[in-house]
């Protein structure tokens, strides 16, 4: 059965935008597209793609699995161009992260497309007078075109074009405010953030190609296991980097961090995480579309995507980032005071919560996460760009409070998004937002990964691994998962471990994920548990003291904008609440609070059997659930083995009440406004130092400008110096020398040396010109122009000349012909 | 019409526009120039259809070639100079390329009236028509005298045109550019005769034909043996050098390559299209042609060393170009850096790097003339070019703001543009250079390092985009025009160009991958007989 | 009486040639140069018919003559029309202040 309709389906929804943004890109600024026309074209493209992403999300729900892998398999690619001998196609990658992400991205752009209507009618004009409404509008359909094209792409390259284009409309839109400086320098820094992963991207990319020969993403992965089972390929290879020896496994590694360096850039992860506190010069709604729920989330997609080709050791190091980000930029966002960048530095964490879940292999819940992340991050976004608006640009909620009497509908959906992303719920039981399940599942993995896994494993498959005592020793685990490649026998024996891991992923793939594959699954799944380096117990503590910060932070800032008494009265006097704008934000809250557990969740899940794509992910629970298992709370009602206590219920309780004391905390703490926080942080030594500290973010930011910036564009300054003046004046010895030769006489060379650049070879061919026209110079004296001086020379020459042939024709045959013809 | 008649004409045409515009009255010379050359941009479109699935050129090399008219020009004893033309796939997308170009080229010197030297018309486009006449014949010809001949008739014409219709300092500017061409120029004369009598010693009767050059086994086997010396030196290498300094100077590479910032900042707006667009890509097809597919043993031994002056220029470029403050020398930079990745591409000797290196010429063929015209377009209005002065072009020139977003970006190599594809390739390429030639260590360093010049581009671009079109609205420029029809006339084919090639590059790399793998295969075989030599 | 034979011809040429050379040296005069000119011409001429007469007995050197004469007839007219010009410019045919063409 060929049915392609789901990818016309999609296919269609990623052209509209475009479309969209092309008719408003030529024919914006005219007469008939006046400033609604241009809004209502973007809003019908976005919506129709919504509608066709409802029709096939539908659709696909109602398949059953075999259908799906069929669907999946048989997806059409057409070819573009060839790459050396390797096909690079464009297709659709047809499955349910696909599917979940692209209703994700257009059910949230159409409601963002909506608020902006009102948004920008009183923002357009900042921009030079002019009305760029029309711009907004068009940048917004390139954005949707190329992020539905990243979600869609099945195509490494795409992939990456997509995620370039995406990095542009991001940078378009950051500076959308162009002729103001900060809003140009934002959208440049975050490109060029942006550029630097990118740069790692292109490493990884190029690996994968060198060594799987394809940029299919599931042909890559089904590429890599086999070279892992096969101990050939990448796994047999080594390459030389500045003569350090990469080989094996380090290089496979490599290459996964290489990729993850582009999401570093995209999902901006420690140390590329600068630009996106920067990006919220941006006009509001796009600092809700681009930069909290769809493209920051595209690194994590990206990493989910190419899941299967991380090794163990890659895995460790981005959980080992995502740990740090998280940490990091919780703590800053405690002493924020601009709304935007509390929000902005809240994204961070998450999308550091995100990214450490991938790291410890929380495939599904870390997609959760995303998912649930971009629902209550977007509505509050929007919420806040309810608030600039309403309090004429102001942004510092130290000048707020009390604006729930002015904008009731913005504080209570905001104080949804508040919960949402504190983990509001109900330990134990299925009550709870979104955030609540999907912070949990991640850190209940972390957990399994810190404590409990290895002595599981070694406990329920000791028979067969009886042979490897490294299991649980965290120190030289990698060397030990590396000392395994290589070996032959060793790969070749099932016992092997790291063997294993793959050859599950590949076992699945062609199993495509249901029926009988799982029975003996179970066993070699354990075995992956058991391969997984060890956690350090830090990468388990400090995500869970985050969970306490989280709610914090979010409640003060809810608090201080909504609650108690308004502090400057100008402000709260003329904040209003825009009637157009509260349809976005309802239907964000009701997607919060309903969509995003018991759509989303099983979806994933799904998306995870269904492609193979995560064999590690479902490990820990020891047994293999069905997706239809799954809607009964996935980690908190886990068994690991008969008669085992569930950890997972206490761990279920100590992140679970998290939200409550996080928000009890900062409601006591502001209740009458910052004040009391203010001479807390003055009487408490040290205290100051780290507010301090925290308010320069760490001065990771100063670093950056004073090494990096400054320095590039010194060593730029450098090398043009360098240019003109060094080689220049070496080179003028060299020429100088070359003057010396035979010249002494006449006019300096018109032309000088003059302070450009010049290179070595520019002297001397300037000295071999300047001795040409020396010597002309010396001949150009008979040159008087004077007749009579060239009829001398001429009669001279010719003179000279006759003596020649005289005294030459003396001796020889010549002289017959003279006296041969005189004689006649 | 058939194919090498069509050729022929479009090599020529141009030399019956300059007859023409030398006859008639100096205010129709840019009329006759402007339909000279899109007459011969269209007659080079009609050898499309003969070409257009590129199979044409799929045969093995030599014997590939099309449109071809190949007759005794000049005979005298054992010297056999012929008229030998053709094209295949390394020719044929850069004759249409080249028309294009000049087209554009010429009807951007529509204003001449205009221009602070607007003196001699009918010179200045002779001279262009001159001028194009030479870059046909470089391309197309097979026969390395005749190519030598071509490469020479352009030489003059362009020193001129910097010289005479140039800026402030256009005389230095012109004869820089033409001592460095010209002591290019005789190396390169050097080899022609050594490489003639070299391949009088195999076959008995010397030729001048490249193909024959590359592909008749006794010619190979002389001029790569190891054992054939020349002044001392491995013959092949030797040559090889000599060639390459020839090409490298015209590429240009570090550090050869001071002539041409100085050369496109006193050049006219036309003439920096030209010298960018087309000039520059002689020298790499310069390799392309005769360098590598004659001497691939050189080629592979020295591979290290250009690889290294790829790179060098890539960053040295990007550098350069974060220090400059002048807008066209920036862009005249930049073309260095992009050149870079060129011949990168090039020296890795793989379909890979071949492929990204030929696209990479054509997509830097439609960006940097893209990119100088922009640039011309802003020095018509404001008269200088100090990017520091500019700023909020895009709020009063809202088209040209965005048209120049394009082409910059398309120069930075973003996705979904024409630049992209020729880098991605190249870089690519080169980390997988190693799985061709195993002795290749060192290419995943070099493409790393390659790579980095990707966030360095993107540096200099975004910079001089902020402070020239970025920034609030500025009153010195309040009476600045957008675009006018002949320059968003101009700009369109370029910019349809640069999204087509960067959109389906299929169409653009079916051209040339037939004959890039028939070469490849050629060095292939030549190479592999001197090692089989060697060995027995 | 001693016969006229091809050496009478060529010293007499040589003669006049050398005049006339002597005479486009010496002369400031414009029109002298024009003559001096017009003696080295002849001095060619009175060389090519001898030659065909005694040496080749062909008539080619006096058709070469015949083509000489024209030309120097042709110049002598065109360098009329210069000194006309020249003098016009400098109300003088002194070809001394003629420099300009100085290097």
Same mark, same amino acid.
């Given at each position: 059965m060929e049915n392609h309709t789901f990818e016309i389906c999609l296919a269609l929804g990623v052209v509209i935008p475009l479309i969209s943004f092309t008719i408003l890109a030529f024919f914006g600024a005219n007469a008939p597209f006046g400033k609604p026309r241009a809004a209502y074209l973007a809003l019908g493209a976005i919506a129709s793609s919504c509608l066709l992403a409802t029709y096939v999300l539908i659709s696909w729900y109602g398949l059953s699995l075999e259908q799906k892998a069929q669907l999946t398999q048989e997806a059409f690619r057409y070819h573009w161009a060839d790459f050396g001998s390797i096909s690079i196609d464009v297709g659709v990658k047809l499955d349910s992260l696909t599917i979940i992400m692209y209703f994700m991205v257009t059910f949230i752009a159409s409601f963002i497309h909506l608020f902006s209507i009102g948004y920008m009618a009183g923002h357009s004009d900042e921009v030079g007078g002019e009305c760029k409404f029309h711009r907004f509008f068009a940048y917004l359909g390139l954005f949707c075109f190329s992020m539905l094209g990243l979600v869609i792409s099945s195509s490494l390259l795409f992939l990456f074009i997509f995620w370039e284009l995406v990095g542009l409309c991001s940078y378009l839109l950051i500076g959308f405010y162009f002729d103001k400086k900060f809003a140009s320098d934002a959208g440049m820094k975050a490109f060029i953030t942006n550029r630097v992963g990118d740069f790692g991207f292109i490493i990884g990319l190029a690996l994968v190609v060198m060594y799987t020969k394809t940029f299919d993403l599931d042909a890559a992965a089904d590429a890599f296991a086999q070279q892992f089972n096969a101990g050939t390929g990448i796994f047999a290879a080594s390459i030389d980097l500045f003569g350090w020896h990469v080989s094996g496994l380090t290089l496979a590694t490599l290459m996964g961090v290489g990729l993850f360096c582009g999401a570093m850039g995209k999902s901006a992860q420690f140390p590329l995480h600068v630009w996106l506190p920067d990006a919220m010069a941006g006009p509001t709604p796009v600092s809700a579309l681009?930069? /909290? /729920?769809t493209m920051v989330a595209a690194g994590v997609y990206l990493v989910a995507r190419v899941f299967r080709l991380l090794t163990p050791d890659a895995q460790f190091v981005i959980a080992v980032i995502g740990c740090i980000t998280l940490t990091m930029t919780a703590l800053i966002a405690?002493? @924020?005071?601009?709304i935007k960048k509390i929000l902005a530095y809240s994204t961070l964490s998450q999308l550091g919560y995100m990214v450490f879940g991938l790291g410890v292999g929380a495939w599904t819940a870390a997609l959760f996460h995303l998912m649930t992340h971009a629902f209550f991050k977007a509505m509050l976004f929007l919420g806040s760009g309810q608030v600039i608006e309403g309090c004429h640009?102001?942004? +510092?909620? $130290? +000048? $707020?409070?009390?604006l729930r009497k002015k904008m009731p509908v913005t504080c209570w959906t905001f104080f949804i998004g508040v919960l949402a992303i504190a983990g509001f719920g109900i330990p134990g039981t299925h009550i709870g937002l979104g955030g609540f399940f999907s912070k949990d599942e991640i850190l209940a993995v972390a957990y399994e990964r810190a404590f409990n896994m290895h002595a599981e494993a070694h406990g329920e498959s000791g028979d067969s691994h009886g042979d490897n005592d490294n299991h649980g020793d965290t120190d030289d685990h990698g060397s030990h998962v590396r000392a395994d490649v290589g070996d032959n026998v060793q790969l070749a024996s099932a016992g092997s471990n790291t063997t294993a891991l793959l050859a599950v992923q590949s076992a699945n793939a062609m199993a495509s994920g249901e029926g009988g594959g799982h029975a003996n699954g179970t066993q070699a799944k354990m075995d992956i548990a058991a391969t997984l380096p060890q956690l350090p117990k830090w990468m388990f503590w400090l995500p869970i003291i985050i969970a306490y910060v989280t709610p914090f932070y979010m409640m003060r800032c809810w608090w201080l904008t909504f609650m108690g008494k308004p502090r400057d009265q100008h402000v709260y006097d003329h904040a209003h609440e825009s009637k157009l704008m509260y349809i976005p934000l309802v239907v964000l809250a009701v997607g919060t609070v309903y969509c995003s557990y018991w759509v989303f969740r099983p979806m994933i899940s799904q998306a995870s059997e269904v492609a193979a794509n995560a064999p590690a992910v479902v490990a820990f629970d020891g047994k293999i659930h069905d997706y239809s298992e799954i809607p009964t709370h996935a980690m908190m009602t886990l068994t690991h083995g008969e008669g085992m206590v569930n950890p997972h219920t206490a761990l279920a309780y100590i992140v679970g009440i998290s939200w409550l004391i996080g928000m009890l905390f900062a409601a006591i703490l502001y209740w009458n406004g910052p004040k009391l926080a203010g001479r807390i942080k003055d009487a408490v030594p040290g205290l100051a130092f780290l507010h301090k500290t925290l308010e320069n973010r760490l001065y990771i930011d100063h670093v950056y400008d004073f090494i990096l910036v400054e320095g590039v564009k010194t060593l730029g300054r450098l090398w043009g110096w360098f240019d003109t003046n060094v080689i220049d004046n070496f080179v003028d010895l060299v020429a100088y020398a070359a003057k010396g030769i035979g010249v002494t006489t006449g006019r300096q060379l018109d032309m000088g040396v003059e302070k450009g650049d010049i290179g070595l070879v520019d002297n001397i061919a300037n000295a071999i010109a300047w001795i040409t026209y020396s010597t002309g110079s010396g001949l150009r004296?008979? @040159? +008087?122009?004077r007749i009579r001086t060239y009829v001398l020379l001429t009669a001279g020459a010719a003179g000279i000349a006759l003596l020649f042939v005289l005294i030459w024709s003396m001796s020889s045959d010549a002289t017959e012909v003279i006296s041969a013809a005189s004689a006649q | 019409m058939d194919a090498s008649s069509i050729l022929n004409f479009v090599i020529f045409g141009p030399l019956i526009g300059m007859v023409l515009v030398l006859i008639a009255p100096s205010q129709y010379a840019k009329h006759i120039t402007v339909g000279t050359s899109l007459v011969v941009f269209f007659l080079s479109l009609m050898l499309f259809p003969n070409f257009l699935n590129g199979s044409a050129f799929d045969g093995a090399y030599g014997e590939n070639m099309q449109a071809v008219t190949q007759i005794d020009w000049i005979s005298v004893a054992s010297l056999k100079i012929q008229y030998y033309v053709g094209l295949d796939g390394l020719s044929f997308a850069l004759i249409i390329l080249t028309t294009l170009v000049m087209s554009l080229a010429a009807a951007t010197s529509w204003n001449f009236e205009t221009w602070k030297v607007n003196k001699g018309a009918k010179g200045y486009f002779a001279l262009f028509l001159l001028l194009e006449t030479g870059v046909l014949g470089t391309f197309a010809s097979l026969d390395f005298f005749l190519f030598y001949i071509f490469w020479e008739v352009m030489l003059l014409p362009m020193y001129f045109l910097i010289g005479v219709w140039g800026g402030a300092r256009k005389e230095y500017a012109a004869i820089k550019f033409f001592i460095y061409t010209l002591a290019g120029s005789v190396l390169m004369l050097v080899a022609l005769l050594a490489m003639f009598f070299s391949s009088a010693d195999a076959t008995g009767t010397g030729t001048f034909n490249l193909l024959e050059y590359a592909t008749n086994p006794a010619i190979t086997a002389n001029f790569n043996d190891p054992a054939h010396m020349f002044l001392g030196f491995n013959f092949g290498q030797v040559m090889f050098i000599f060639l390459f300094i020839g090409f490298m100077i015209k590429v240009p590479l570090f550090p050869f390559h001071t002539w041409l910032p100085l050369a496109h900042v006193e050049a006219p707006t036309p003439i920096s299209m030209i010298l960018a667009g087309v000039l520059l890509k002689l020298g790499a097809y310069g390799f392309l042609r005769v360098c590598y597919p004659i001497f691939p043993t050189a080629a592979m031994d020295l591979s290290f060393l250009i690889a290294t002056l790829g790179v060098v220029n890539i960053i040295y470029g990007a550098f350069c170009c974060l220090a400059q403050t002048d807008f066209k020398r920036l862009v005249a930079y930049s073309s260095i850096s992009h050149m870079g990745y060129v011949v990168l591409g090039i020296a890795v000797m793989t379909d890979i790097g071949y492929q990204g290196a030929m696209f990479q010429i054509l997509a830097h063929g439609i960006s940097s003339p893209m990119c100088f015209f922009l640039v011309g377009v802003i020095y018509d209005r404001a008269h200088h070019r100090e990017i520091n002065r500019f700023g909020g072009l895009w709020l009063q020139m809202p088209k040209y703001g965005s048209l120049a977003t394009l082409g910059f970006f398309a120069s930075l190599g973003l996705p979904g543009l024409c630049g992209f594809i020729g880098e991605i390739w190249v870089l690519l390429g080169t980390f997988n250079a190693q799985a061709t030639h195993s002795e290749m260590t060192w290419a995943p360093a070099m493409a790393v390092v390659a790579a980095f010049g990707v966030v360095l581009t993107a540096a200099y671009i975004l910079w001089m985009i902020q402070r020239v079109y970025l920034g609030e609205r500025r009153e010195e420029y309040a009476g600045f025009k957008d675009v006018t029809a002949r320059e968003t006339a101009i700009l369109f084919p370029m910019a349809v160009l640069a999204i087509f090639m960067g959109i389906l590059p299929g169409y653009t790399f079916q051209l040339m991958n037939g004959t890039i793998d028939a070469v490849l295969k050629a060095m292939h075989v030549s190479s592999d007989a001197i090692a089989m030599a060697i060995g027995g | 009486m001693l016969a006229v034979g091809l050496q009478h011809y060529l010293i007499l040429s040589a003669m006049l040639f050398s005049l006339g050379v002597l005479c486009m040296a010496t002369k400031r005069n414009a029109i002298g140069i024009l003559i001096g000119v017009e003696l080295v011409l002849n001095s060619a001429n009175l060389n090519l018919v001898a030659f065909s007469k005694y040496q080749t007995g062909t008539g080619d050197g006096h058709i070469f003559a015949v083509f000489v004469i024209l030309l120097a007839a042709a110049e002598a007219a065109l360098a009329i029309a210069i000194f006309m010009n020249f003098y016009n410019n400098v109300r003088t045919i002194d070809v001394d202040r003629g420099d300009e063409l100085r290097g």
């Open positions: 681009i930069h /909290a /729920a405690i002493v @924020q005071k601009d640009h102001e942004k +510092n909620i $130290m +000048n $707020m409070g009390g004296r008979p @040159q +008087n122009g | - | -």
